[in-house]
């Protein structure tokens, strides 16, 4: 498995994760798209907001992170949000829930 995380923070961060949130299932659809995808998730924090992607191998994450560029700037050029700061690594260990588990 590999992991990207982006963190967003600073100027217009706020209205950039509202904008994620409110248009989940495109950003759902976009990203679970990508080949090799296991799982996404967003995190609000009180700084803004970072994203965890892992997939199968590392083109994975660098197309989901390529899919996450062109989204933006088709959907959130208006934001002028700084760019992420991107952290990525192999993943030796991943546990995920068990079907029919809630969080």
């Not at 992420?84 to 030796?92: D, L």
């Amino acid at each position: 498995m590999h992991v990207m995380i982006r963190s967003y923070a600073g100027k217009g961060v706020e209205e950039l994760t509202k904008l994620l949130i409110s248009r989940r299932s495109e950003v759902e659809k976009l990203i679970s798209g990508v080949p090799g995808f296991v799982s996404y998730d967003l995190v609000e924090t009180k700084d803004g907001c970072f994203t965890v992607t892992v997939c199968t191998d590392k083109a994975g994450t660098d197309r989901s992170l390529a899919v996450a560029k062109e989204w933006l700037k088709a959907n959130a050029a208006h934001i002028s949000a700084a760019a992420p700061t991107v952290s990525e690594g192999k993943a030796h260990i991943h546990i995920g829930a068990k079907a029919g588990a809630h969080a």
